[in-house]
């Protein structure tokens, strides 16, 4: 094939030159996010039921949900938790589910079951969880002095959020914090009492006055006409002159009796951005629309709307491009780094300017035709594939310093250059090759881990693939044809390798001479190292992500008392005020009206991001904020955690570590707060942790109010008449709405403020003849202690104990001893967490990674044809990983996802290197004659020696070059570079150390495992 294309420069030429014009056109198609589109199998279910209780949740809405729902296919679990006025169910598929699909069957299933659930409920509302979820950017709005805050909100809801969705590429605009208005109708009981008015004649009045009759037809001949009956109720003045008739006949208007007005909303949710309140706009992308343009336009619509309403702040933040810049911007100074150094060393090494400009042409080509095939394949520009670009840039350079040191050998060897490219080619073709399979064998399995982990390996291994896959074909057909071009006119003899490589090459001679004479003893050091590397993988400290020097905080509250959303705003203000550190922050207090939002949202729930100057500020407030709040609200539970960015919202897995959930038998009856008291102390004898309480175990206080059933038959009055009565006592009632034009303004009956009791004074219920009742006649009112949430899963409601850490000795004691406590008392438990996921998802790792170690042996088996050979380089891997942890440790680093990407880099090179090395010594020894044995050994001994001088270039100057290319992260500040710098060490560590022991360890095992005739 070679010989075939060298032959044709002009063909080639043309073909890379079409397909780099298509690869133009590709990248400008690509979508650019921060990460993959990846099908999360999530499904969450919110409900919101105001003024009820979370028993009356449970009962009538999420248990019949629960029902319905158990019978969806491939339905992994249910979850659902019912608080005060809300409720969501969780529901979790198995991976590979077609999602579209499933959403389609939960809104039939939820449509059927519409009929059974409450008439005053808003039906529930389903949210498909996925990562394209995640907003991208928050868009600040805060009213300036003079500015309606309603106004505000109609403005964000009605303009605002319209031109936003009107970018191409944003998928939906959500908001919170905003203000809706209702009309007020406050009557005067003093005078409707004097006229002898009731209260359900002007409820009768509003609805009759609102009512629809729909469209009526006129026949008048021929023709038929369509009356549409006009609404009456169009504004405040109609619904002020709406006539009232008294009992003497008389007619008066509505005004003259009651207060008519525009009132604000009960509000349960508020926005803070720093101490002042407003609203915020999230910005969310489609999967297909690029980040990197995307948010600029959004950046210039913010700058026209500042021009257009000026009665209003605006203000960005929270931009998620962040991450995905860093990730651009560090393949691109990698690229950069790595085309200057690679020109360098192969400068200093061969002493030729021709050589880097090959090398300079070669790697941009093979990236850009990159990219073609991820249009070809679908993969998006992420996070993801481009750490597996990155990943295969280092292995990129390696293949092109190949193929360049083997033409420049076979010239020296006196070929013409026709012939020294076919030949230098050929002979490493299929060595490379076998180190690109190599390299798959390790990737590829891992696409089959269950979950999330394995829908991003598989962008990662796509993307792997497709670099390494061109940097071959780039190597074996662009490569040689562009050394016949540069080289063809040269007639000079080819220089010698420069005086630094000899310097290097003497050095590399003695000291392999030194370890050749006492090679047994040589051998079994560094065998040894080999344990080594396992005692050191047990040692060092895992994290899931680099330790990330983030200056965001994330602040969550429960405050553990009956507080409105304004008491718990004033709190948050006054932390505000007092918080003496310099920091952007935003609060979201109360129920969050995020369309999007999957929270167990709770009036007296609030968050507070912080963004600070640096890191010492952060920490620093971090303490002041538990001092605060142990001394102030020593109640409330408060949860301090580095704000989560899109990268830990994917990864974090929600739930506890261990957990034991408590079921009653046969009954949903719920234990109390003694029943926990006991529970709690059994479980601590069990346990040297003790455990938390789950959200079914936490308990709050309540009002209580019984009713005489007894006095309200003796006065004629019904107990459907006195609750509907009572229903309307405290908060007044809705009973119309004014629609128009897609705008619902509700009309309501409105109590004027006072406390309970004197609430039940007002209100009074119709008895025996027409004879008017105050309620608190027949209500008593107590305090009591209830459950605040209630939990349950597929079976039936459980309450939970939960643990954060658990020594697996306490865990093995717990799942033996707590059955037999839960027989004593009559309750089943069962356990959960993500301790058993970790478990499952450690199993099937391994198992993996033995699958890509038995790929790896028999693809070098099948190129060696030796069952042997493949050992050989199967244990240089060790040496490698066992350098990389070594430096990872010497720098406080940790063995996370980043450094474990650094070390399979560092890996393909140095197998690169392994096969190359025990390829070449095969095609010595083939040629060597066994005369005598004495003969053979010597002769194989020099043939080890002379590959390990003809490898000994390339691997040093792919080695130096990776490194090169990589230092100037070390040196880097920012998120990318924390991010990148674990990954840096690793290929640092694995190329110093491990090239080095690498270096002597194929020699050595090569004459220990080969025959000698």
Same mark, same amino acid.
């Given at each position: 094939?070679v010989?075939?294309?060298?032959?044709?420069?002009?063909?080639?030429?043309?073909?890379?030159?079409?397909i780099?014009f298509?690869?133009?056109?590709?990248?400008?198609?690509?979508?650019?996010?921060?990460?993959?589109?990846i099908?999360?199998?999530? =499904?969450?279910? /919110?409900?919101?039921?105001?003024?009820?209780?979370?028993?009356?949740?449970?009962?009538?809405? %999420?248990?019949?949900?629960?029902?319905?729902?158990?019978?969806?296919?491939?339905?992994?679990?249910?979850e659902?938790?019912?608080?005060?006025?809300?409720?969501?169910?969780?529901?979790?598929?198995?991976?590979?589910?077609?999602?579209?699909?499933?959403?389609?069957?939960?809104?039939?299933?939820?449509?059927?079951?519409?009929?059974?659930?409450?008439?005053?409920?808003?039906?529930?509302?389903?949210?498909?969880?996925?990562?394209?979820?995640?907003?991208?950017?928050?868009?600040?709005?805060?009213?300036?002095?003079?500015?309606?805050?309603?106004?505000?909100?109609?403005?964000?809801?009605?303009?605002?959020?319209?031109?936003?969705?009107?970018?191409?590429?944003?998928?939906?605009?959500?908001?919170?914090? &905003?203000?809706?208005?209702?009309?007020?109708?406050?009557?005067?009981?003093?005078?409707?009492?004097?006229?002898?008015?009731?209260?359900?004649?002007?409820?009768?009045?509003?609805?009759?006055?609102?009512?629809?009759?729909?469209?009526?037809?006129?026949?008048?001949?021929?023709?038929?006409? @369509?009356?549409?009956?006009?609404?009456?109720?169009?504004?405040?003045?109609?619904?002020?002159?709406?006539?009232?008739?008294?009992?003497?006949?008389?007619?008066?208007?509505?005004?003259?009796?009651?207060?008519?007005?525009?009132?604000?909303?009960?509000?349960?949710?508020?926005?803070?951005?720093?101490?002042?309140?407003?609203?915020?706009?999230?910005?969310?992308?489609?999967?297909?629309?690029?980040?990197?343009?995307?948010?600029?336009?959004?950046?210039?619509? =913010?700058?026209?709307?500042?021009?257009?309403?000026?009665?209003?702040?605006?203000? %960005?933040?929270?931009?998620?491009?962040?991450?995905?810049?860093?990730?651009?911007?560090?393949?691109?100074?990698?690229?950069?780094?790595?085309?200057?150094?690679?020109?360098?060393?192969?400068?200093?090494?061969?002493?030729? =300017?021709?050589?880097?400009?090959?090398?300079?042409?070669t790697?941009?080509?093979?990236l850009?035709?990159?990219?073609l095939?991820?249009?070809?394949?679908?993969?998006?520009?992420?996070?993801?594939?481009?750490?597996?670009?990155?990943?295969?840039?280092?292995?990129?350079?390696?293949?092109?310093?190949?193929?360049?040191?083997?033409?420049?050998?076979?010239?020296?060897?006196?070929?013409?250059?026709?012939?020294?490219?076919?030949?230098?080619?050929?002979?490493?073709?299929?060595?490379?090759?076998?180190s690109?399979? +190599?390299?798959?064998a390790?990737?590829?399995?891992?696409?089959?881990?269950?979950?999330?982990?394995?829908?991003?390996? @598989?962008?990662?291994?796509?993307s792997?693939?497709?670099?390494l896959? $061109?940097?071959?074909?780039?190597a074996?057909?662009?490569?040689?044809? %562009?050394?016949?071009?540069?080289?063809?006119n040269v007639?000079?003899?080819?220089?010698?390798?420069?005086?630094?490589?000899?310097?290097?090459?003497?050095?590399?001679?003695?000291?392999?001479?030194?370890?050749?004479?006492?090679?047994?003893?040589?051998?079994?050091?560094? *065998? !040894?190292?080999?344990?080594?590397?396992?005692? +050191?993988?047990?040692?060092?400290?895992?994290?899931?992500?680099?330790?990330?020097?983030?200056?965001?905080?994330l602040?969550?509250?429960?405050?553990?008392?009956?507080?409105?959303?304004?008491?718990?705003?004033d709190?948050?203000?006054?932390? !505000?005020?007092?918080?003496n550190?310099?920091?952007?922050?935003?609060?979201?207090?109360?129920l /969050?009206?995020?369309?999007?939002?999957?929270?167990?949202?709770?009036?007296e729930?609030?968050?507070?991001?912080?963004?600070f100057n640096?890191? +010492?500020?952060?920490s620093?407030?971090?303490?002041?904020?538990?001092?605060?709040?142990?001394?102030?609200?020593?109640?409330?539970?408060?949860?301090?955690?580095?704000?989560?960015?899109?990268?830990?919202?994917?990864? $974090?897995t929600?739930?506890?570590?261990?957990?034991?959930?408590?079921?009653?038998?046969?009954?949903?009856?719920?234990?109390?707060?003694?029943?926990?008291?006991?529970?709690?102390?059994?479980?601590?004898?069990?346990?040297?942790?003790?455990?938390?309480?789950?959200?079914?175990?936490?308990?709050?206080?309540?009002?209580?109010?019984?009713?005489?059933s007894?006095?309200?038959?003796?006065?004629?009055?019904?107990?459907?008449?006195?609750?509907?009565?009572?229903?309307?006592?405290?908060?007044? @009632?809705?009973?119309?709405?004014?629609?128009?034009?897609?705008?619902?303004?509700?009309?309501?009956?409105?109590?004027p403020?006072?406390?309970?009791?004197?609430?039940l004074?007002?209100?009074?219920?119709?008895?025996?003849?027409?004879?008017?009742?105050?309620?608190?006649?027949?209500?008593?009112?107590?305090?009591?202690?209830?459950?605040?949430?209630?939990?349950a899963?597929?079976s039936? =409601?459980?309450?939970?104990?939960?643990?954060?850490?658990?020594?697996?000795?306490?865990?093995?004691? !717990?799942?033996?001893?707590?059955p037999?406590?839960?027989?004593?008392?009559?309750?089943?438990?069962?356990?959960?967490?993500?301790?058993?996921?970790?478990?499952?998802?450690?199993?099937?790792m391994?198992?993996?990674?033995?699958i890509?170690?038995?790929?790896?042996?028999?693809?070098?088996?099948?190129? &060696?044809?030796?069952?042997?050979?493949?050992?050989?380089v199967?244990?240089?891997?060790?040496?490698?990983? *066992?350098?990389?942890?070594?430096?990872?440790?010497? +720098?406080?680093?940790?063995?996370?996802?980043?450094s474990?990407i650094?070390?399979?880099?560092?890996?393909?090179?140095?197998?690169?290197?392994?096969?190359?090395k025990?390829?070449?010594?095969?095609?010595?020894?083939?040629?060597?004659?066994?005369?005598?044995?004495?003969d053979?050994?010597?002769? *194989?001994?020099?043939?080890?020696?002379?590959?390990?001088?003809?490898r000994?270039k390339?691997?040093?100057?792919?080695?130096? $070059?990776?490194?090169?290319?990589?230092?100037?992260?070390?040196?880097?500040?920012?998120?990318?570079?924390? %991010?990148?710098?674990?990954?840096?060490y690793?290929?640092?560590?694995?190329?110093?150390?491990?090239?080095?022991?690498?270096l002597?360890?194929?020699?050595?095992?090569?004459?220990?495992v080969?025959?000698?005739?």
């Amino acid at each position: 094939m070679v010989k075939f294309l060298i032959n044709r420069p002009i063909a080639v030429f043309l073909s890379f030159v079409g397909i780099l014009f298509f690869s133009a056109l590709a990248i400008k198609e690509l979508p650019v996010s921060l990460l993959p589109g990846i099908e999360v199998p999530s =499904v969450a279910i /919110k409900v919101d039921y105001p003024n009820n209780p979370a028993r009356i949740i449970e009962n009538s809405v %999420l248990n019949p949900i629960r029902s319905e729902l158990n019978s969806l296919n491939n339905l992994k679990s249910i979850e659902s938790t019912a608080g005060s006025e809300t409720g969501i169910v969780k529901l979790q598929f198995n991976y590979g589910t077609r999602m579209d699909l499933a959403y389609v069957e939960i809104n039939e299933k939820i449509d059927r079951l519409t009929e059974s659930l409450p008439r005053d409920m808003d039906r529930p509302r389903i949210i498909r969880i996925n990562t394209s979820d995640i907003p991208i950017i928050r868009l600040q709005l805060v009213p300036k002095n003079q500015a309606d805050f309603i106004e505000v909100s109609e403005l964000a809801e009605k303009v605002l959020k319209k031109r936003i969705e009107q970018l191409p590429g944003i998928s939906i605009v959500d908001i919170n914090g &905003f203000r809706d208005q209702y009309i007020s109708i406050n009557p005067n009981r003093e005078k409707l009492q004097a006229l002898q008015l009731s209260e359900g004649q002007i409820d009768q009045v509003l609805k009759s006055a609102n009512q629809e009759l729909g469209q009526l037809s006129v026949k008048d001949g021929q023709y038929r006409y @369509y009356v549409r009956m006009a609404n009456r109720l169009d504004d405040l003045d109609e619904i002020r002159n709406l006539p009232l008739i008294t009992r003497d006949g008389n007619v008066i208007a509505l005004q003259s009796v009651a207060d008519i007005s525009y009132q604000q909303e009960k509000v349960q949710s508020y926005h803070l951005f720093g101490e002042t309140e407003g609203l915020v706009i999230t910005v969310h992308k489609q999967n297909s629309a690029k980040m990197t343009e995307l948010v600029p336009m959004v950046y210039e619509a =913010v700058e026209l709307f500042k021009e257009d309403y000026p009665k209003v702040d605006f203000e %960005l933040t929270q931009d998620q491009s962040s991450l995905l810049n860093a990730g651009i911007d560090n393949l691109r100074t990698s690229l950069i780094y790595g085309g200057i150094f690679a020109f360098a060393v192969l400068f200093l090494f061969m002493g030729n =300017v021709r050589m880097p400009i090959i090398m300079g042409i070669t790697l941009p080509v093979s990236l850009i035709i990159s990219f073609l095939l991820f249009y070809a394949v679908g993969l998006s520009i992420n996070i993801i594939s481009l750490s597996g670009l990155a990943l295969g840039l280092g292995m990129l350079i390696d293949n092109a310093i190949i193929v360049i040191d083997n033409i420049t050998r076979k010239r020296k060897d006196g070929l013409n250059i026709i012939d020294a490219c076919i030949q230098g080619v050929n002979e490493v073709m299929a060595p490379l090759i076998s180190s690109m399979l +190599t390299t798959l064998a390790v990737f590829v399995p891992l696409v089959f881990l269950n979950g999330l982990s394995g829908a991003l390996f @598989y962008d990662q291994a796509v993307s792997v693939a497709i670099i390494l896959g $061109t940097s071959l074909m780039v190597a074996f057909v662009l490569l040689p044809l %562009l050394y016949r071009i540069f080289f063809q006119n040269v007639k000079k003899e080819i220089k010698e390798d420069s005086l630094i490589f000899k310097t290097i090459l003497s050095a590399y001679k003695a000291f392999y001479k030194l370890l050749w004479k006492f090679r047994a003893i040589s051998f079994v050091v560094l *065998l !040894l190292l080999i344990p080594l590397t396992y005692l +050191t993988i047990n040692q060092i400290e895992k994290a899931g992500l680099p330790d990330i020097e983030k200056t965001e905080t994330l602040l969550s509250i429960v405050w553990n008392e009956p507080i409105a959303a304004e008491a718990s705003k004033d709190r948050i203000r006054n932390l !505000l005020n007092e918080l003496n550190t310099e920091a952007e922050s935003e609060s979201d207090i109360g129920l /969050k009206q995020f369309i999007l939002s999957v929270d167990e949202g709770s009036v007296e729930n609030a968050e507070i991001y912080f963004k600070f100057n640096s890191k +010492t500020d952060k920490s620093a407030t971090e303490r002041w904020l538990l001092s605060y709040f142990q001394k102030r609200h020593p109640n409330a539970n408060i949860n301090i955690e580095d704000a989560p960015n899109a990268f830990d919202q994917i990864f $974090t897995t929600e739930g506890s570590f261990f957990s034991a959930k408590w079921k009653t038998l046969g009954n949903n009856e719920l234990l109390t707060s003694a029943d926990y008291q006991e529970l709690s102390n059994e479980v601590k004898a069990i346990s040297s942790t003790p455990p938390l309480q789950g959200k079914g175990f936490i308990y709050e206080d309540a009002l209580e109010a019984s009713i005489d059933s007894e006095k309200l038959s003796v006065y004629g009055i019904s107990e459907g008449q006195f609750k509907s009565a009572l229903s309307k006592a405290l908060d007044g @009632y809705l009973v119309t709405e004014i629609r128009r034009f897609g705008e619902v303004t509700p009309v309501r009956i409105q109590r004027p403020e006072a406390d309970l009791r004197q609430q039940l004074e007002r209100v009074t219920v119709m008895g025996k003849q027409n004879q008017e009742y105050a309620l608190s006649n027949f209500v008593t009112i107590s305090f009591s202690s209830n459950e605040k949430n209630i939990t349950a899963d597929r079976s039936s =409601v459980y309450q939970s104990m939960e643990w954060e850490e658990l020594s697996s000795e306490d865990i093995e004691a !717990l799942t033996v001893e707590l059955p037999k406590v839960a027989s004593t008392r009559g309750l089943t438990v069962d356990f959960d967490g993500t301790y058993f996921e970790d478990k499952e998802n450690l199993s099937q790792m391994a198992f993996i990674l033995m699958i890509s170690v038995a790929l790896l042996y028999f693809i070098l088996a099948a190129q &060696f044809e030796s069952l042997i050979q493949p050992l050989i380089v199967i244990f240089t891997l060790p040496l490698g990983i *066992l350098g990389a942890l070594i430096v990872l440790q010497l +720098t406080g680093g940790t063995l996370n996802v980043m450094s474990a990407i650094g070390i399979i880099v560092m890996l393909g090179i140095m197998v690169n290197d392994a096969i190359l090395k025990i390829d070449t010594i095969n095609r010595f020894a083939a040629k060597i004659s066994p005369t005598t044995s004495a003969d053979y050994k010597t002769q *194989l001994a020099a043939a080890i020696a002379k590959t390990g001088e003809i490898r000994l270039k390339p691997i040093l100057m792919t080695s130096i $070059t990776t490194i090169l290319a990589l230092l100037p992260v070390v040196f880097s500040s920012g998120l990318g570079a924390d %991010l990148q710098r674990p990954l840096v060490y690793a290929v640092i560590g694995g190329l110093t150390i491990g090239t080095f022991t690498a270096l002597y360890f194929v020699p050595l095992a090569y004459w220990f495992v080969s025959k000698k005739k």
